[in-house]
């Protein structure tokens, strides 16, 4: 069955500092693949998103996600964290031609000044 | 203003009533979502809708029902067989086929005590 693992359960740093977020998932087949973000209170908000080409892909607030097609892997990163980062990143995996999304276990980030 | 509505925001039931929570959207998205969000578990995938008069069971289906009999409106019925009702509700919709972007609601908090 197709699952999506985020290793990373929370994850604190400072401001400026660099993030890197994982996921993996664990379909072999052509995928289209998310990360979505919760900011306390709010609903959820497409970050970025791959479906083809570029492996590197490049999100809102500066983020940017790169596909590794022989690692399955889709990690998120950002260069420099703000405390408006603080949110929970949610990566998620749609399959083939159907609608099935599935989204990870998701990842808590705390961003301190 | 476009997008997805899901009402009450709360919810409380008493153990054994069934509970219906509404999920409406005027994006004219052809596929809609519910979810259920556990702390440290991410979002699950309860049932799914790619057309109208048509569902799946995602991956934790029991306990729950569904129906789409209109484009707009796909409800999400908890039962008294759902052991553990008490969780966040979130709905969602996107295009039918390869999901391009899915959208979300606020979600239902559903309390039962």
Same mark, same amino acid.
């Given at each position: 069955?197709?699952?999506?693992?985020?290793?990373?359960?929370?994850?604190?740093?400072?401001?400026?500092?660099?993030?890197?977020?994982?996921?993996?998932?664990?379909?072999?087949?052509?995928?289209?693949?998310?990360?979505?973000?919760?900011?306390?209170?709010?609903?959820?908000?497409?970050?970025?998103?791959?479906?083809?080409?570029?492996?590197?892909?490049?999100?809102?607030?500066?983020?940017?996600?790169?596909?590794?097609?022989?690692?399955?892997?889709?990690?998120?990163?950002?260069?420099?964290?703000?405390?408006?980062?603080?949110?929970?990143?949610?990566?998620?995996?749609?399959?083939?031609?159907?609608?099935?999304?599935?989204?990870?276990?998701?990842?808590?980030?705390?961003?301190?000044? | 203003?476009?997008?997805?509505?899901?009402?009450?925001?709360?919810?409380?039931?008493?153990?054994?009533?069934?509970?219906?929570?509404?999920?409406?959207?005027?994006?004219?998205?052809?596929?809609?979502?519910?979810?259920?969000?556990?702390?440290?578990?991410?979002?699950?995938?309860?049932?799914?809708?790619?057309? =109208?008069?048509?569902? !799946? *069971?995602?991956?934790? #289906?029991?306990?729950?029902?569904? /129906?789409?009999?209109?484009?707009?409106?796909?409800?999400?019925? =908890?039962?008294?067989? !759902? *052991?553990?009702?008490? #969780?966040?509700?979130?709905?969602? /919709?996107?295009?039918?086929?390869?999901?391009?972007?899915?959208?979300?609601?606020?979600?239902?908090?559903?309390?039962?005590?």
């Amino acid at each position: 069955a197709q699952s999506v693992s985020q290793h990373n359960h929370h994850v604190i740093l400072s401001e400026a500092a660099s993030l890197e977020l994982g996921c993996n998932y664990s379909y072999g087949g052509t995928v289209n693949l998310f990360w979505y973000v919760q900011y306390p209170g709010q609903h959820l908000q497409l970050l970025l998103k791959y479906f083809s080409g570029d492996p590197l892909v490049k999100g809102i607030k500066g983020f940017e996600a790169e596909f590794i097609k022989s690692k399955f892997s889709f990690n998120l990163r950002k260069p420099s964290v703000q405390w408006s980062d603080t949110a929970e990143y949610f990566c998620a995996v749609n399959s083939g031609g159907y609608n099935k999304l599935i989204f990870g276990a998701g990842t808590r980030l705390a961003v301190h000044p | 203003d476009g997008g997805i509505t899901q009402s009450p925001k709360y919810l409380f039931r008493k153990e054994g009533q069934n509970v219906t929570l509404s999920c409406e959207q005027n994006l004219n998205h052809d596929a809609m979502y519910w979810y259920r969000q556990d702390p440290g578990q991410g979002l699950r995938l309860i049932y799914y809708s790619q057309i =109208v008069n048509d569902f !799946q *069971k995602g991956d934790i #289906a029991e306990g729950y029902s569904v /129906s789409r009999e209109k484009k707009e409106s796909f409800p999400l019925t =908890v039962t008294s067989a !759902q *052991k553990n009702p008490t #969780a966040f509700y979130l709905c969602a /919709s996107s295009t039918r086929g390869p999901v391009t972007e899915a959208f979300f609601g606020q979600g239902t908090r559903l309390t039962v005590v």
